[in-house]
Nanobody, 123 residues
Framework: QVQLVESGGGLAQAGGSLRLSCAAS????????MGWFRQAPGKEREFVAA????????YYADSVEGRSTMSRDNAKNTVYLQMNSLKPEDTAVYYC????????????????WGQGTQVNVSS
């Protein structure tokens, strides 16, 4: 009954910024651990960021730490991933995921998934 819809992807120049959004329905994001994952062409899905339930802590992959910020807006039932200083290697389809338990960095532990939003970083 939980549906996740990502948005905010697109084409950006290296060094630019994007803010990805994940809007939830059928559930309340504050009751879930939420994660962002990405998959580049020909590569396996990898962890990007996650946030724990309620006022939980945030976690980031080494590849994006210092450049990315994950946040939650309970009033909008939405989570965000702000990505700055984009690099060509950030090019991937970005997926939002949710689970009703402790926060995880392993995508196999997430049950609900969005359809993904494409991020392309040139140069």
């Amino acid at each position: 009954q939980v549906q996740l819809v990502e948005s905010g992807g697109g084409l950006a120049q290296a060094g630019g910024s994007l803010r990805l959004s994940c809007a939830a329905s059928g559930g309340t994001v504050s009751n879930f651990a939420m994660g962002w994952f990405r998959q580049a062409p020909g590569k396996e899905r990898e962890f990007v960021a996650a946030i724990g339930r309620g006022g939980g802590a945030t976690y980031y992959a080494d590849s994006v730490e210092g450049r990315s910020t994950m946040s939650r807006d309970n009033a909008k039932n939405t989570v965000y991933l702000q990505m700055n200083s984009l690099k060509p290697e950030d090019t991937a389809v970005y997926y939002c995921a949710a689970r009703d338990g402790v926060v995880q960095t392993d995508g196999e532990r997430y049950y609900y998934w969005g359809q993904g939003t494409q991020v392309n970083v040139s140069s």
